[in-house]
Structure formats: structure tokens, C-alpha cells
């Protein structure tokens, strides 16, 4: 016997029977999803809905990136980041990147190159994070959101990359941009 073989085969499809908000403040909501399973039963899902988020890998130098350090309620610490956000309605991944990179950062790009995709939590979670390398940066800062109180700091790739495989950088966005970079840059 091979060990996929005792895998549960799946009769059917799902089917998307209903979606709901219970609950939203500000870019959050609370949806309950109901779906028909594969096997004929019905199962509702509850699912945080973030929608796009962003992740941007800045270059102020061949070598050199922004970091930003900013107070965390989640985790109730300051955590080590690259900048980003979510995505405002009507928003492409782009736009947000850049303006994410501006308002956090400081900095505007001549050029921004996708990296990688991907869903930080696809059982629960709605957000799909787009992750962007930064060329060509000028100073060119937007103000801030209202409740965002942050440092940044420029150092060298090599020491990011490094405080994420040490755990020194926590946040998803930023550890997955940082790896992806670190583990494709030979390639290109």
C-alpha cells in the first residue's frame, strides 16, 4: 500500500451556499460563510475579512533596506517590520505598496517588483499579502496613519534577512518578503 491510499477520496464538490457579515469596524469584518460539503452536509465558516495587504522590501541603496519598529497591541511589544499595510477599498496591491512605502517609510519607488503572493492564514483569514522589492527610492514621505508611532531605520539586507531567521522580525508580511528575497536573489 502506498501511503497516499488510505487518503479520504472526495465525492463532490464544495458549494458556496451563503456569506454574511456579522460584525465590522474600520477595514475588519466578521463574515459567516455556509457551505455545502462534499459529502452533502452543511457547515458555516467563520472568516476574519482583511482583504489585500502588502509587504515592501525598500532599497535606499544596492544594499541597504527600511525597517520600521512599531508597537504591536497583539503581541504588546514593539516589533521589527518592513513597511506595508492593507490595501484601501478600490485599491490595486501597487498602489497600496507605494503608498504603504510613503507613509511608513518615507519614501516613494521608481519601480516596484512583485516578489510573491500568498495567504497568511487560509483557514480563517481573508488577507492576501502581496510582497514587493523597491527600487530607485526617493524621499518623499506621506503622514502617517493616526495611531501609528514608529522608528525607522535603514541597515543592510543581509542583517534583515537575518533578523527574521533569528525571530528578531515576527510579523508574516515581513519574515515571508524577507526569506523569499534571501533564498531567490541568487537566482536572478
Not at 70 to 76: K, S
Not at 159 to 170: F, K, P, Q, S, V
Amino acid at each position: 500500500m502506498r501511503p497516499y491510499d488510505n487518503i479520504r477520496r472526495v465525492p463532490g464538490p464544495w458549494t458556496r451556499l451563503a456569506s454574511s457579515i456579522r460584525w465590522s469596524r474600520d477595514k475588519l469584518a466578521l463574515r459567516e460563510d455556509v457551505w455545502r460539503l462534499p459529502d452533502g452536509r452543511e457547515r458555516a465558516y467563520p472568516v476574519l475579512a482583511v482583504g489585500v495587504t502588502v509587504g515592501i522590501l525598500g532599497f535606499t541603496e544596492p544594499d541597504r533596506v527600511v525597517l520600521v519598529r512599531q508597537f504591536r497591541h497583539l503581541a504588546g511589544a514593539d516589533s521589527w517590520e518592513l513597511p506595508g499595510g492593507g490595501a484601501l477599498a478600490g485599491e490595486t496591491p501597487d498602489a497600496a505598496a507605494q503608498r504603504e512605502l510613503r507613509e511608513e517609510g518615507g519614501y516613494r519607488a521608481e519601480r516596484l517588483v512583485l516578489l510573491t503572493r500568498f495567504w497568511p492564514s487560509s483557514a480563517y483569514l481573508d488577507e492576501v499579502a502581496w510582497c514587493f522589492v523597491a527600487h530607485g527610492l526617493t524621499p518623499d514621505p506621506l503622514p502617517a496613519d493616526d495611531d501609528e508611532f514608529f522608528e525607522r531605520r535603514v541597515v543592510p539586507v543581509a542583517d534583515a534577512i537575518t533578523m527574521a531567521l533569528d525571530g528578531e522580525i515576527t510579523e508574516s508580511v515581513s519574515k515571508v518578503t524577507l526569506l523569499q528575497y534571501g533564498l531567490t536573489r541568487e537566482r536572478r
